[in-house]
């Protein structure tokens, strides 16, 4: 599998509801890296396409989500390729041309989960970043996180990302970001 690209990639943030981030484990510290992902991926120029899952019943995603993605796709299936997110991130590009995926998400065994496999099962290359991934349970995230590997996903940091999207340091964003990654407090 290739490197990360900025150039073709798609962030995808899978259902960050405000509503159920309190029964998360570690909620603050996986949407804190989020949010990084999201400012480096706004900065790198990289689309960021949020899912909600049944918004009306659940609510939307937090604020600090919701204001950071380029769209948001209300979703009624785990799996937000039941929906039509392939069809979303092949806008805009040739025939043909799917994107590479990162994608991080709640709960990481049930949406993340189901969207990730789903991504793989339509051929996109799909990068999960663990620590932006949060569950219930961690033992959950855990055996989700197993699952997603076997199944052929690449498991990642948001540091990897960044950095890979970047390249360089000669990047005209380098500076940006490297002051995004040092206000980054990945244990909050």
């Keep these: 599998m290739s490197k990360m690209n900025a150039e073709d990639d798609v962030l995808v943030l899978v259902d960050y509801q405000a509503r159920l981030l309190p029964a998360i484990h570690r909620a603050p ?26 918004p009306a019943g659940l609510g939307p995603n937090t604020d600090e989500i919701r204001r950071r993605c380029d769209v948001t796709m209300a979703k009624m299936h785990f799996d937000a390729c039941a929906d039509g997110l392939p069809a979303l991130l092949a806008e805009g590009r040739p025939a043909g041309q799917s994107p590479g995926v990162v994608i991080a998400g709640c709960e990481a065994h049930v949406c993340l989960l189901q969207t990730a496999l789903g991504l793989l099962d339509t051929g996109h290359r799909v990068r999960v970043v663990e620590t932006a991934c949060g569950s219930r349970r961690p033992t959950d995230r855990e055996a989700a996180m197993r699952r997603l590997q076997a199944a052929g996903a690449i498991l990642v940091t948001e540091e990897m990302v960044v950095f890979e999207w970047l390249r360089s340091c000669e990047h005209p964003a380098f500076r940006t970001v490297l002051a995004q990654l040092k206000a980054y407090s990945p244990g909050t």
């Design 29 to 54: 510290a996986v949407v804190a890296a989020a949010v990084m992902l999201a400012d480096a991926a706004r900065a790198l120029g990289v689309r960021i396409v949020g899912t909600e899952q049944n």
